[in-house]
């Protein structure tokens, strides 16, 4: 190579790094909703599209699974892969599918209605049962999708990352950092009631939605300058029965998060609320799950001017 080419390629790189350098982080955060977490998986496949890198993610409920495979290593692409494949009956309510024809089995004391257990299923660690289900089968799953991450500090993941929950012995909202990647995801998606709460130490775990919903300050207390924000919570007569669910659990356990909620919808620099009306947390048929990732992406598509000031704000 020439001397003068390299210094001028030399000189363009030097002038390039101090911009680099000094470019905020961008955390991306993403808010609980059930299987509507599908539409988080459509926005970021439109982010990833337009160039926007992430460096912090934070996620509530199935944003905490979403986000802490993207934290991992999973591109968007890959994570709608992920959603679409499963069969989400099975891993929720922990049912065995050879058993799904059966109206009733036992097999090593678990007595199971068409293959869902009712009880004597316990695993070592298992919290008392306060909910439904124990959630065996979606937590070997996220063990499958992440290996190697048993006992780490989330800190060391490609992305750093933190899932929120609450712990129900405390009542205290908890923002998990290290310990087992998949345990912290499915903690973080204990919907009270239904799921049982996942023991971590001594404290009792069950869905961050309790009390963080979209937790923008866990990313700005990581050291995030910009804050993108996936919200799932939506408006309308057809939600009321959700709305209802949430209040009642929040007042159970005395706690209110309108006001935390309040304030991380204005400390947004990037906002992305999915048109989801007629879908819900249960909404995990294949057909739904579809209908909901391409909710996301026109959403987002929708927001390109939005997106691309966005990125034009962090100098790229």
Known sequence: MPRKLFLIILLAITLLLPAAAQRGKVALVLGGGGAKGAAEVGVMKVLEEEGIDVDIVVGTSIGALVGGLYAYGYDAQQLDSVFRAPNWMDLLTDRDPQQASQPLSVE???VRIFGIPLWGTRREGDSPRLGLVRGHNVLDFLAHLVPGCDSIAFDSLKRPYRAVAFDIRTRTEVDLASGSLPV????????PLFFTPVSVGAMQLIDGGVVNN?????ARAMGAQYVIAIDLAQSGADLEREETFWQTVRSRLGMDDRAKYTAARADIDLY??????????????????????????????????????FKQRLGE
């Open 272 to 309: 992305f609320n999915p048109p989801l009306a007629g879908y819900g947390v249960e909404s995990f048929s294949h057909r739904a799950v579809d209908e909901m990732i391409a909710i996301g992406e026109r959403h987002a598509r929708k927001n390109l001017q939005q997106i691309r000031a």
């Open 214 to 218: 979209l937790p923008v300050d866990v």
């Open 184 to 191: 912290a995801m499915r903690a973080s998606m204990s919907l």
């Open 108 to 110: 090593d004391g678990a």
